[in-house]
């Protein structure tokens, strides 16, 4: 079974641009979550989708930070415009559904803002 | 609140257990986790205990919880140097609701 997928992997860009980042979870999963991990802290919850609607974005910067599930499997999330404090790895994790207990990672998307 | 600690660093030599602790502020959580990190990659679920229950074993892992002292903790035993890694430890209220992550212990093995 494919695990959860990222890409790119890496991206570094400058203050004030904007940047995005894709998601495919696990085949079958409908609960889609997205985490920022700063260096040296545990991933925090940006962004939680159950199939293409948003179960939790209380704590999605929602002036710069946006992110769809249009039609329930991939997803992407975007960053317009970038501040230094983004520098971050954002993870994506998937789960079969809201009961389940099992959540699993992506490798994250690494991203640097110079 | 919600606030899952742990401590930072653990050194221990190959062939030792180690135990790593984590300690969580709310009581209201019914599943505690232990994921663990590598360098540059993302996050391995290792195991997770319901609230009800006091010990759960899976091969070298044994996870044991007072929730009266709010208090996990992660034991391997027969360290190895693949071992070496950050070890999360998170709690979550509910089934589908998103998991709240300590900082991690950094864990390093010695040969």
């Known amino acids: 079974e494919a695990g959860v997928a990222q890409s790119p992997r890496y991206k570094i860009i400058e203050k004030r641009q904007s940047v995005a980042f894709w998601c495919n979870p696990i085949?079958?999963?409908?609960?889609l979550y997205w985490y920022q991990q700063i260096l040296g802290q545990g991933p925090k919850l940006l962004i939680q989708f159950q199939n293409n609607g948003v179960v939790d974005d209380s704590q999605l910067p929602k002036d710069r930070f946006s992110a769809e599930r249009l039609k329930g499997v991939d997803s992407t999330l975007k960053i317009q415009p970038a501040k230094l404090e983004d520098s971050a790895v954002y993870l994506c994790?998937?789960?079969?559904?809201?009961?389940?207990?099992?959540?699993?990672f992506g490798p994250g998307t690494r991203l640097t803002v110079t | 609140g919600e606030d899952v600690e742990q401590s930072l660093f653990l050194s221990v030599r190959e062939g030792d257990s180690s135990v790593i602790n984590c300690t969580y502020t709310?009581?209201?959580?019914?599943?505690l986790y232990w994921y663990k990190q590598e360098p540059g990659a993302g996050l391995q679920l290792l195991t997770y205990?319901?609230?009800?229950?006091d010990m759960k074993q899976d091969q070298r892992l044994t996870v044991l919880l007072n929730k009266k002292d709010k208090h996990l903790s992660l034991r391997i035993a027969d360290t190895q140097t693949g071992d070496s890694a950050i070890y999360f430890c998170?709690?979550?209220?509910?089934?589908?609701?998103?998991?709240?992550f300590g900082k991690g212990t950094t864990l390093s093995v010695s040969s």
């Open positions: 085949s079958g999963h409908a609960t």
């Open positions: 994790a998937s789960s079969f559904g809201q009961s389940s207990y099992e959540q699993y």
């Open positions: 205990i319901f609230s009800n229950m």
């Open positions: 998170a709690e979550r209220y509910q089934a589908g609701t998103a998991l709240i």
């Open positions: 709310d009581s209201s959580s019914t599943y």
